[in-house]
């Protein structure tokens, strides 16, 4: 008996053969992609979220033949992004660029409705970053110690903004506030890019940002580089101390940018997204642009597994600090 198209063998998506899926009709699925995919993104455009999104949408909609939309959807340190597609339609057309603050949501975020480990599968890693602590330049200090000296005489004087409650942004002022003694006061924001316009607007003091949303202004000199949040000192802004040379903990506390998939989104898709994925990130162009942006790319071997690992480590790692810190959740 002679099969149908629709019956037929395998699949070819772009090149390489994935297997035959039926239903109970018989019929197979279409070839992956047909159609536009969204790619949500919980912080606001500017944000270095919205940068790396962009970015690896333009490469990997030019391999899998088919447009990725960015979605913005900021608030709730990007949990309000995560639980939207947490409870949307796992078909293969819709992923969440994930950050740190997501896996904390248990502990800071208790009524937002998901579960990010049941309800989110890995993708694939597509980025890491430094954090850099920058200074307004309406502050009357010269270096960060002096602004340390500053603060200890003029208790709760001095701000530091952050992208919210639980981000990672506002666990590294609370370190510096523990670790320096730095009697500074909180203020959270929708996002690290509105906290930046409020110290570059001098009507915030300090913040804690990515290397690749802050690298433009301390170029254009709107704000002061203090310390960066890295195992090392950062290429494009070689004069800038690490947090570990003023003897402050924080040095390890690089950010990172992950693909997730909602549960239940069928694993030929999400091999499909984790090839494309590596592919962009393998193009030397890619490679140039990220890093001339101040991103640091994923280890070689970036797999859904291996994602699934490290994000089981960084979940421990700071929820642990989360204890340590006594930060309460919101509700």
């Known amino acids: 008996m002679r099969l149908s198209k629709v019956q037929a063998g395998l699949l070819i998506v772009a090149g390489t053969a994935i297997p035959l899926i039926s239903v109970a009709t018989d019929k197979v699925v279409e070839v992956y992609p047909i159609r536009p995919v969204r790619l949500v993104v919980g912080q606001p455009p500017g944000d270095g979220a919205d940068i790396i999104a962009r970015h690896l949408a333009a490469a990997m909609s030019e391999d899998l033949g088919q447009k990725i939309v960015i979605e913005n959807r900021p608030g709730a340190a990007g949990n309000i992004a995560a639980a939207a ?78 992208g919210g409650i639980g981000s990672t942004t506002h666990l590294l002022c609370e370190m510096v506030r523990e670790s320096a003694g730095l ?73 990172w940018f992950a693909v997730m998939a909602p549960r239940g989104t069928p694993s030929y898709a999400i091999e499909r997204l984790n090839r494309s994925i590596n592919k962009a990130l393998s193009s030397k162009k890619i490679r140039t642009q990220l890093v001339g942006l101040g991103y640091v790319m994923p280890p070689s071997i970036n797999t859904p597994d291996v994602l699934e690992t490290f994000l089981d480590d960084e979940t421990e790692k700071w929820t642990s600090l989360l204890e340590a810190q006594q930060i309460p959740g919101l509700q």
């Open 183 to 255: 009697p500074w006061m909180h203020v959270p924001y929708t996002g690290d890019s509105p906290a930046l316009m409020d110290v570059i607007g001098g009507r915030s003091d300090f913040c804690i940002v990515t290397a690749p949303s802050v690298l433009p202004f301390i170029a254009a000199g709107t704000v002061r580089a203090m310390a960066v949040f890295a195992p090392d000192r950062v290429a494009l802004i070689p004069g800038v101390p690490t947090i570990a040379e003023y003897g402050f903990r924080g040095a390890d506390a690089q950010g």
């Open 85 to 162: 597609v947490s409870q949307d339609n796992a078909d293969g057309y819709l992923f969440f660029l994930a950050a740190r603050p997501v896996i904390l949501h248990k502990k800071m975020y208790r009524d937002i409705k998901y579960d990010f480990s049941r309800d989110f599968v890995p993708v694939g890693m597509a980025a890491r970053f430094p954090y850099v602590l920058v200074m307004g330049n309406h502050v009357a200090a010269t270096s960060l110690l002096d602004a340390i000296a500053y603060g200890k005489s003029n208790p709760e004087k001095l701000t530091c903004g952050s």
